[in-house]
């Protein structure tokens, strides 16, 4: 069982350049979520969807793009990279909203 | 607008011993969650314990326990016989269903062990 998966696990961007994070969950879950983790802070929501086709903005959406076409997968869609976009992105899952289970993590670099 | 707010930036703990990391929340409904999550230097984040807000008696799970004081809004985790694994941050989050269906962190607590 692998949970959530994210890949890469690390990334260096020049700014202005794009990128995909990707994020699938193997556990049938409805809720999905994207999270940055700034150096010594909490996670902040990015966005989230409550089942496929559903998508929501969080707390900090700006310069982040999200789709969900199907209930395993949420990717994460960087346009324009900045140097305020480096951090750790996690994505999660859940079956209720409330218990949420982390994948590892994408270290971004944005250069 | 919940808010989560840990006041310990850093602890640190004799192994065996025991250690209470603080953690205080605001939030105006009565139907709520909280959560402890660790992050180990690998970076996953791992539950270690969750409480529901209508449930009075306090969780435990093996060496982790919570002291819940609702009318204080407070949430503290207890790491008994404390041992070098768990050295980690630890992250007090809320949940409620009217806050965007979304988890509130804390700033987190760096947990250091000393052998």
């Known amino acids: 069982n692998a949970g959530v998966t994210q890949t890469p696990k690390f990334r260096i961007l020049k700014i202005g350049q794009s990128m995909t994070l990707q994020c699938t969950q193997d556990?049938?879950?409805?809720?999905m979520y994207w999270y940055r983790q700034d150096p010594g802070m909490g996670l902040k929501l990015i966005y989230y969807?409550?089942?496929?086709?559903?998508?929501d903005k969080g707390e900090v959406p700006n310069g982040y793009n999200v789709s969900r076409s199907t209930t395993e997968d949420f990717p994460l869609r960087l346009e324009l990279a900045a140097p305020s976009q480096t951090s750790v992105y996690f994505c999660?899952?859940?079956?209720?909203?409330?218990?949420?289970?982390f994948g590892p993590g994408t270290r971004l670099t944005v250069l | 607008a919940q808010t989560v707010t840990q006041s310990q930036p850093e602890m640190s703990v004799q192994e065996a011993e025991t250690v209470t990391l603080s953690c205080t929340y605001d939030?105006?409904?009565?139907?709520?969650?909280l959560f402890w999550y660790k992050q180990p230097p690998s970076r996953q984040m791992i539950l270690v314990i969750r409480?529901?807000?209508?449930?009075?008696q306090n969780a435990t799970e093996n060496r982790f326990s919570v002291n819940f004081q609702k009318a204080a809004k407070s949430f503290s985790l207890k790491i008994s016989d404390s041992q070098l694994g768990d050295a980690a941050m630890y992250f007090c989050?809320?949940?409620?269903?009217?806050?965007?269906?979304?988890?509130?962190f804390g700033t987190g607590t760096r947990l250091t062990i000393i052998p």
């Open positions: 409480q529901e807000a209508y449930k009075q």
């Open positions: 556990m049938n879950h409805n809720y």
């Open positions: 989050a809320l949940y409620d269903s009217f806050g965007n269906e979304k988890l509130t």
């Open positions: 999660a899952s859940s079956q209720t909203g409330r218990e949420q289970f």
């Open positions: 939030t105006s409904e009565s139907d709520y969650y």
């Open positions: 969807s409550v089942g496929a086709g559903i998508t």
